[in-house]
């Protein structure tokens, strides 16, 4: 969790140093300019990091729209792993622990450039050690979790050193 905090505030600064960039170039008339709704039809990758901003005031139905269409559109793994905490929290969106699975595995799977799919090889290794929306494959979960720390992923190492000898 220490590392996710670290990219979220790292995050909340590009969106305040990027400000309204991310915007389409042609705004809904019935969308207001300073809503996180505008940045939904934005082709531009950055608004990516809004669907988190929009998430955190609580704009929830913005915020899932952001991320399924940065999803569909860049194949992003920080929108995969965002989307997939939403539907593990059922915050905005009713609980479904196998589609957050799901989008973990998936962004496991996914070399991103930016590293995001470190983050989610960890996450998707513990989803399967304790069966989160997937049934309980131990050894699969830690070939994920040891890939996440040759990585450098903390947690990952932390998961690992506490798991009991089998």
Not at 42 to 52: A, F, N, Q, V
Not at 124 to 152: C, F, H, N
Request: glycine share 8%; charged share 20%.
């Amino acid at each position: 969790m220490k590392l996710i905090h670290g990219i979220l505030l790292a995050v909340s600064l590009v969106i305040t140093s990027f400000g309204g960039s991310a915007h389409s170039e042609q705004t809904s008339v019935n969308t207001s300019e300073l809503s996180y709704e505008s940045f939904v039809t934005s082709t531009k990758p950055i608004k990516c990091l809004y669907g988190y901003a929009a998430e955190k005031v609580g704009d929830h139905d913005a915020a899932i729209a952001i991320f399924e269409d940065c999803i569909e559109r860049f194949n992003s793994v920080y929108s995969m792993i965002w989307l997939a905490q939403i539907y593990d929290t059922g915050v905005g969106i009713p609980r479904d622990e196998r589609k957050a699975t799901a989008l973990l595995k998936r962004g496991a799977m996914t070399n991103d450039e930016a590293g995001y799919s470190t983050l989610a090889q960890y996450h998707y290794g513990v989803a399967l050690i304790e069966g989160k929306g997937t049934p309980v494959d131990r050894a699969a979960g830690v070939a994920w979790l040891t890939k996440a720390s040759e990585a450098g992923i903390q947690e990952a190492i932390d998961y690992l050193n506490s798991l009991p000898s089998s």
